[in-house]
T-cell receptor
């Protein structure tokens, strides 16, 4: 079972460039989310989706876009990269959007903005 | 809104010694509580969860946690750690809006 797959694993960008972080899950999970992890701050929610065609903002959405055209895929787009977006990004999925479900995480994308 | 405080950012411990990682949360309503572990260069894995019922929850790899409603705490324990337990541990809280709030994390370093 692949679970949650994130690509790329590492990326270096220049300020102002755009890029898309890919996330795919093969578990037919309804709920998917993106977090960023920064030292001493834990994980902060960027955007989430409770099903295909439905997305919403999390705690730190500025500078990021998402879409959910299929159940499997939930890409995260950086519109114009800034050094403050240097971080480790995690995608997670959950079987249903209920609070008692555990989340399954990908291995992360380590992103550096120069 | 809820917040999660992990009281220790770093916990060094010797192999085969016990360890306790402390987590407090602030919420005026009932919550669901989780502990996740992150090994180096990996994503997070669920260790255990508290939804309801018994306040002592057992998880994988010999970990357990105790929910204390009056103290709004959910401390994680293991009676005897191994080198392989070296990792970062996150406490997380969820309300009925299915969004997780994470603590800042506790780095556990196990030494021989």
């Amino acid at each position: 079972n692949a679970g949650v797959t994130q690509t790329p694993k590492f990326q270096v960008l220049k300020t102002g460039q755009s890029m898309t972080l890919q996330c795919a899950q093969d578990m037919n999970h309804e709920y998917m989310s993106w977090y960023r992890q920064d030292p001493g701050m834990g994980l902060r929610l960027i955007h989430y989706s409770v099903g295909a065609g439905i997305t919403d903002q999390g705690e730190v959405p500025n500078g990021y876009n998402v879409s959910r055209s299929t159940t499997e895929d939930f890409p995260l787009r950086l519109l114009s990269a800034a050094p403050s977006q240097t971080s480790v990004y995690f995608c997670a999925s959950q079987r249903t959007p209920y609070s008692n479900q555990p989340q399954h995480f990908g291995d992360g994308t380590r992103l550096s903005i120069l | 809104a809820q917040s999660v405080t992990q009281l220790d950012s770093q916990v060094p411990v010797f192999e085969e010694a016990p360890v306790e990682l402390r987590c407090n949360y602030s919420s005026s309503v009932s919550v669901y509580l989780f502990w996740y572990v992150q090994y180096p260069n990996q994503g997070l894995q669920l260790l255990l969860k508290y939804l309801s019922g018994s306040t002592l929850v057992k998880g994988i790899n010999g970990f357990e946690a105790e929910f204390n409603k009056s103290q709004t705490s959910f401390h994680l324990r293991k009676p005897s750690v191994h080198i392989s337990d070296t990792a970062e541990y996150f406490c997380a809280v969820s309300l009925n809006d299915y969004k997780l709030s994470f603590g800042a994390g506790t780095t556990v370093t196990v030494r021989a």
